[in-house]
């Protein structure tokens, strides 16, 4: 079961921040997990109510090999006994993607779309705010609009502080929090410099039968008294397709991208980002506290924006 | 009155050869249009500092092998990371010897594919080329998660003040169960 | 003599008076309402409280601060005193643990009560994450508890058996299991006493820096993030001293009230009130420096992010609220100590309930304004508590009270062989000095 398959994965790895960006929890597959909602539709129309969808003889076998492997990874347990800390080096260059988000002021209107396209992807309650859109003055008086979703830190405080690991970085740098581990201290909300991350007050709103159990890379219907926060619509961005933020972005201000592969997206055009980013100057949310974010700002006042 | 025929015939003929002359010069160049071709490679440059940077190299010329200076040359990239998309990467001017040269960065070695663009102009065809390289030895880009530097304290610390607790759990369970041993003990000595 | 302090340390157990059970029966009230409120809460998730996205630590963290700090005055009295070798902590020892013991269990009672999800915490035995301040504090908290039941026990070893042994009163069948239990074979013989001696030295040096510890980590809880008001280098410091301060201000309330209740004024005279109020006064001048000390690093470079939070501090809408406490929670306590008119049992017991009346409020301003005017210039809405919280808060309060007045239905309220010892103690060293030995305290 998940809690078993958990327990061996952790009970000797005693320093862990980050742990393997799998669903295991739930025994889902890819495809599953990528048309959950069309598939646990195909699941509710195939299965009879009250009957095993699979035989006797299959579900011996698998429990036989349940145990087999859960002995087996007893046993290989030794080999994971690594300490990690939150500031270790996490070699992301090995890894297939690493998930950024750009925004460019030039072109943001303020109009939070990007707020509702999010919360309504989610099924969050109103003042929940994955991404939040914040109404700053420059220097000069100029008002300026600045989106604001988790920044995905490379080094994040949210991780460092958490007691119980509930929240730790996938290998594709996203930072993700197990509502099935958060004990709710909200620790995490008073480490993070961004304020970026959200408690799950009261009941989750209702959300569709036709939804798969809550991963961490899909954290709906979010676990009253956890935190709750943008996860870079992994269940997206993992799949080739864009975030729910950069979809529904009327100006095309937000980029979705991969630094491995250096490209960003949007609905409307490619590019280059080491180009991009260095050619306009891009910069980073309190570079100072040495977070390493992962959402780059293109410095505007939305002068590039037009109806 | 007599008619200068041959007057006559010489002039318009000199008049049509004029026309005919006007009119071929104002006919498009096409017919007189070199074919251009256009290759691609890529080379590790190292500058002056000691910096290497990969350059991605765009051979310009005529079909004759003229070289085409002082062009501009687009340089795209295929990826299909949201969908198959043709992503500009920039673009480069032909040198006197005909060669453009873009600096690409990359963190992944292997095969990518480009495609170099010219787009023509008066003398000379424009010019299109798909080109698959294999690109190794990658000069390094800047790190994805570069280490903090405060790792080996963070270490020792923790397991610093991990034996600091384990000495104060050992004594307060010595207190309790001395406490409870030695006073039995001595209830007995009487 | 002995006898007279069993009897006096034995009345209470057997014969508390008429008042005992109505008062008790009140005190309960408010506990059961706590309790049932915080059933209601589990129920239905840390919404009904007032607590919200930009205020989400509030008064489940203040009272969390407050009732640990309230127990280092047990710290003080049994370790401090006791190597600094203070005979007149003599009577009040017992009181100021039992107080120690209750607070602090109570305080930790707290952190479960803020938590969002209780049916996880067994995680934190899975996967512990040792960089966590949350984690730092379970296990200094769990360690210091251990250790004051532990410090707490030891002397009710010798107790329980002069409770057993030399009284003429019978005790219910119970009652003598549980006190021969405690007393381990206790007799009075030099082995044992000498053991006896020397763990509690041993406990008394080490609880020092295991109480440091304890509200050092609490204050690294706020200290270690990066916001304004909180990531101070002073926090550690402050909340230890804050801690002892209100720690002493405890146990004067707690020694006034049992005094009273209990006549013991025979025992407890003016010296123990006008030696822990000069402790207060020495600990509340420090708190009031450390205090400045804060503001004015803060204030002098004056930070984009912090002018807000200071401003509404010390100028705008916590103001009301902060002037009052420096004035009624530090100055006038202090004032009330110094003036030596009013260095009476009086005065110090009203100092007493001013400063930890004041320093719950002060704990609420180190908590709150920083989280109302908080990062990206956002002021968030004020934020005062609802009715759940203020239930749970007033039924902890009334729970020490409540628990202490059931311990001294169990345990004696006078530690007698500490007494005895002491007294012995000082006996020797005069008749050393050659004057007549005397118990009696002015």
Wanted: glycine share 8%.
């Amino acid at each position: 079961m998940g809690i078993l398959a958990d327990i061996q994965r952790h009970v000797f790895v005693v320093f862990i921040t980050y742990k393997l960006p799998t669903t295991s929890r739930r025994n889902v597959c890819k495809d599953c997990y990528r048309d959950r909602r069309i598939v646990s539709q195909k699941m509710e129309n195939k299965k009879e109510p009250g009957k095993l969808s699979i035989s006797r003889r299959q579900f011996m076998r698998g429990a036989g090999a349940l145990a087999l492997a859960g002995a087996a990874g007893l046993a290989g347990l030794n080999q994971k006994s690594k300490i990690v800390l939150a500031e270790d080096d996490l070699k992301m260059e090995s890894a297939d993607h690493q998930w950024v988000l750009v925004f460019d002021l030039r072109y943001c209107d303020g109009c939070k779309q990007c707020t509702v396209a999010c919360q309504e992807e989610h099924y969050l309650p109103k003042e929940a705010e994955w991404i939040k859109v914040y109404e700053m003055e420059g220097p000069l008086g100029q008002k300026y609009f600045l989106p604001k979703p988790c920044q995905q830190c490379a080094n994040a405080p949210c991780v460092r502080v958490c007691p119980v690991v509930a929240t730790y970085k996938t290998k594709d740098g996203v930072t993700l929090v197990d509502q099935q581990k958060c004990i709710g201290c909200r620790m995490c909300m008073a480490a993070c410099p961004y304020d970026s991350r959200y408690f799950n007050w009261n009941d989750y709103p209702p959300v569709p039968s036709t939804l798969a159990k809550p991963t961490p890379e899909f954290p709906v219907p979010g676990v009253k008294g956890t935190v709750g926060k943008c996860e870079f619509c992994l269940h997206f961005m993992r799949f080739g397709k864009l975030p729910a933020c950069v979809t529904a972005c009327t100006m095309r201000a937000v980029f979705a991208g991969d630094l491995i592969s250096d490209i960003f997206a949007n609905p409307d055009e490619s590019k280059k980002i080491s180009t991009f980013l260095k050619e306009n100057e891009a910069y980073r949310l309190k570079e100072e506290l040495n977070t390493g974010p992962r959402v780059y700002y293109i410095a505007g006042h939305g002068e590039r924006y037009t109806y | 009155m007599k008619l200068n025929f041959k007057g006559l015939l010489v002039s318009v003929v000199m008049v049509l050869l004029l026309g005919l002359w006007f009119f071929a010069g104002s006919l498009p160049v096409a017919a007189a249009q070199a074919k251009s071709d256009l290759t691609l490679t890529y080379e590790i440059q190292t500058d002056r500092q000691g910096n290497e940077s990969l350059v991605l190299l765009a051979k310009l010329k005529r079909a004759d092998g003229y070289p085409l200076s002082e062009r501009e040359i687009l340089y795209f990239e295929t990826t299909d990371l949201y969908g198959s998309a043709r992503v500009s990467i920039g673009s480069a001017t032909t040198s006197a010897v005909g060669v453009a040269a873009l600096k690409y960065e990359t963190r992944q070695p292997g095969e990518h594919q480009f495609t170099v663009l010219y787009g023509g102009d008066e003398t000379t065809e424009f010019a299109v080329t798909n080109a698959t390289l294999g690109l190794q030895n990658l000069p390094a880009m800047t790190e994805l998660s570069p280490p903090v530097g405060m790792e080996k304290i963070s270490y020792w610390s923790m397991l610093g003040v991990g034996a600091v607790v384990l000495v104060i759990w050992s004594l307060l369970a010595g207190v309790f169960f001395g406490t409870i041993v030695g006073i039995r003990r001595g209830s007995k000595g009487q | 003599m002995i006898d007279e302090i069993r009897e006096a340390a034995i009345r209470p157990i057997a014969k508390p008076g008429k008042w005992w059970g109505v008062l008790f029966a009140f005190l309960g009230l408010f506990v059961l309402a706590a309790l049932a409120t915080y059933v209601y809460q589990l129920k239905n998730g840390l919404g009904v409280t007032a607590l919200k996205d930009g205020v989400f630590y509030g008064f489940y963290m203040t009272d969390l601060v407050t009732f640990i700090g309230i127990s280092y005055g047990g710290a003080v009295v049994s370790a401090i005193l006791r190597l600094t070798n203070a005979a007149w902590r003599a009577p009040i020892t017992r009181l100021a643990e039992g107080m120690a013991v209750v607070s602090l269990i109570l305080g930790a009672a707290f952190a479960i009560v803020d938590m969002g999800k209780l049916p996880h915490l067994w995680w934190v035995l899975v996967t512990p994450n040792p960089q966590s301040p949350v984690i730092w504090d379970i296990v200094a908290i769990s360690t210091y508890v251990v250790a004051t039941l532990i410090f707490f026990f030891l002397p009710l070893i010798p107790d329980s058996a002069i409770l057993l042994n030399g009284s003429a009163h019978k005790f219910s069948s119970w009652r003598k299991k549980l006190y021969s239990m405690v007393s381990l074979k206790w007799k009075g013989v030099p082995a044992q006493r000498k053991t006896l001696a020397r763990m509690m030295s041993l406990m008394a040096v080490l609880i020092i820096p295991l109480a440091i510890s304890v509200h050092s980590v609490l204050a690294w809880v706020f200290a270690v993030t990066s916001r304004e008001g909180w990531h101070s280098s002073i926090f550690g410091p402050y909340f230890v001293v804050g801690a002892l301060f209100s720690g002493v201000a405890a146990v004067i309330l707690v020694v006034s009230a049992f005094r009273k209740a209990y006549h013991l004024e025979k025992f407890i005279g003016q010296k123990q009130f006008r030696y822990m109020g000069l402790l207060m006064l020495v600990l509340g001048a420090t708190y009031l420096y450390f205090t400045f000390a804060e503001f004015l690093t803060e204030g002098y470079v004056q930070y984009v992010n912090t002018v807000p939070f200071l401003r509404s501090l010390l100028a705008a809408d916590y103001a009301p609220i902060f002037w009052p406490f420096v004035i009624f929670g530090l100055i006038i306590p202090i004032l009330l100590v110094a003036i030596p008119k009013t260095r009476n049992v009086k005065g110090v017991t009203i100092a007493a309930a001013l400063v930890v009346a004041g320093m719950w409020v002060k704990r609420f301003l180190i908590i709150v304004p920083p989280l109302r005017h908080g990062l990206f210039g956002i002021t968030n809405p004020s934020y005062m508590g609802n009715w759940v919280e203020w239930v749970i808060t007033l039924g902890a309060v009334a729970a020490i009270p409540f628990f202490l007045m059931l311990m001294f239905r169990l345990f004696p309220v006078l530690p007698i062989y500490e007494m005895q010892e002491i007294a012995e103690e000082q006996s020797q060293l005069q008749s050393k000095a050659g004057d007549a030995p005397s118990l009696k305290t002015e």
